[in-house]
């Protein structure tokens, strides 16, 4: 199993004074996500987690929808020359009825940990269409219960203490109970590892939930949400506007700027209780 972290010699300038010494480095490898035994992507990951990480890659594609739609999930041994197992190729065995994903959903290219849609034949592939409405989920939250949510996120992060370099996200409830957080080198992994638990557990759809993200909220992140059926994405900086645009048509509440006290609702301001739509 790959490791969450590695350590570096690095050259340290303080002041004027200079050293070396050991620095802990948020890991970064690639990780080739299979299903049924052929290549669909590889997307570069902080190793961990990487079972939510592959089936929430599906919840975002649309391939599966509910824990029983996945037979089978293992790490492929075999992967190097010598037959040894990387843990870096993850293979997921559907359940017999649920189609395999469509030849146009493999990726032209590898993801990046910043970009996940990468290779993308177009963004009509992208706008998946969604197996749950968001629009319909009747959760009003209040504007203090979404201010608490980024220092309760920062604090659970058990890794980026030690590396500074790690994206989070995590899935809080109505009235701001934490209850699930992933880190990784990717904000997009981050979400599909949320999601991938979820599905894991049985939670999908998850109505009735906000997500909260570190760093800005983009299109992906957007669509990871609606395919999830999240109906609150926040993120303590900027959304895109393709972001926005895709939040408006899905019916999700999208805010951003989220700290302090201080935010920007950008769509869905009528699930703000308390604030005049």
Partial sequence: MGRVTARRRVLRIR?????????TLAAEEPMEIRVGGRPLTVTMRTPGDDFDLATGFLVSEGV????????????????TSDGGNTYN??????????????ASLER?????SSCGLCGKAGLDAVRTSASWSV???PLRIGPEVLTVLPDRLRAAQRVFDSTGGLHAAGLFSADGELLCLREDVGRHNAVDKVVGHAL????LPLRG?????????SFELVQKAAMAAIPVLAAVSAPSSLAVDLAAESGLTLVGFLRGAS??????????????V
């Fill in 15 to 23: 002041e004027g004074v200079s050293s070396y010494r050991p620095d």
């Fill in 64 to 79: 599966v929808h509910a824990a029983d739609d996945v037979a089978a999930i293992r790490y492929c041994a075999g992967a």
């Fill in 89 to 102: 190729v993850v293979d997921l065995v559907l359940a017999p009825g649920v189609a395999a994903p469509d």
């Fill in 108 to 112: 032209n290219f590898y993801t990046t």
């Fill in 135 to 137: 629009a319909e989920d």
């Fill in 200 to 203: 894991r557990s049985g939670m």
């Fill in 209 to 217: 939930t906000v997500l909260m993200v570190s760093g800005r909220a």
């Fill in 263 to 276: 935010m920007n609702v950008y769509t869905g301001t009528e699930r703000l209780a308390t604030v005049p």
